[in-house]
Nanobody
Framework: VQLQAFGGGFVQAGDSLRLSCATS??????VSWFRQAPGKEREFVAG????????FYADLVKGRFTISRDSAKNSVYLQMDNLKPEDTAVYYC???????????????????WGQGTLVTVSS
């Protein structure tokens, strides 16, 4: 199983950015994005259940970020709008072959991780 995250970059506050997560095509139960800012714990950002396409978000990004998937391309996307300096972090995509609904925002529920892509938002 391989995950590859890309699309990060340097943007200004208020700009948009779209991250992509290419998967190896394995069947996952859920794919999510997490982020880790310098000196902070890795935190949940957004996730999508692969079969049902049900999405779930952290409160901090709800209304600004949108997660989606393209099963034909085995890819998951994170559209980030109205970016803020506090969104600066390394963003990771993660996948779980099994998932308990109550755990889907917990990083320990995800067995597979991509390498991360850096997003820097300048004020």
């Amino acid at each position: 199983v391989q995950l590859q995250a890309f699309g990060g970059g340097f943007v200004q506050a208020g700009d948009s950015l779209r991250l992509s997560c290419a998967t190896s095509g394995s069947t996952f139960r859920a794919v999510s994005w997490f982020r880790q800012a310098p000196g902070k714990e890795r935190e949940f950002v957004a996730g999508i259940m692969w079969s049902s396409r049900v999405t779930f978000y952290a409160d901090l990004v709800k209304g600004r970020f949108t997660i989606s998937r393209d099963s034909a391309k085995n890819s998951v996307y994170l559209q980030m709008d109205n970016l803020k300096p506090e969104d600066t972090a390394v963003y990771y995509c993660a996948a779980g072959a099994t998932m308990i609904v109550g755990m889907r925002r917990n990083r320990d529920a995800y067995a597979f991780w991509g390498q991360g892509t850096l997003v820097t938002v300048s004020s």
